[in-house]
């Protein structure tokens, strides 16, 4: 049974920090494309940043630049360092296991993350 599971959201003011964490298990972690999705209320889902296999990253020019994504292959674990944290950040994010052209393809439930002061 594949199982994504997020935590590390909450509240936090303007310009404050979160980490998030994505741990799975029931694929084999290095194998995936892992990937950070938010949806803010109203909104369609929307990528925040991804990680492949080899660590390449790739960013929303909405967190390009206070968004950090890391993986480690060993615990089967996906982050993202969020600094500077804006009102706009407010969503569920979500994280995402893919493969490219294949039909693997999973979500974890979602985390919340609200930033207000």
């Known amino acids: 049974q594949v199982q994504l599971v997020e935590s590390g959201g909450g509240l936090v003011q303007p310009g404050g920090s979160l980490r998030l964490s994505c741990t799975t298990s029931?694929?084999?972690?290095?194998?995936?494309?892992m990937g950070w999705y938010r949806q803010a209320p109203g909104k369609q889902r929307e990528l925040v940043a991804s990680?492949?296999?080899?660590?390449?990253?790739n960013y929303a020019n909405s967190a390009s630049g206070r968004f950090t994504i890391s993986r480690d292959n060993a615990k089967n674990t996906v982050y993202l360092q969020m600094n500077s944290l804006k009102p706009e950040d407010t969503a569920v994010y979500y994280c995402n296991a893919n493969i490219p052209g294949r039909g693997d393809d999973y979500w974890g439930q979602g985390t919340q993350v609200t930033v207000a002061s």
């Open positions: 990680i492949t296999t080899g660590s390449r990253t």
């Open positions: 029931g694929i084999v972690f290095s194998f995936y494309v």
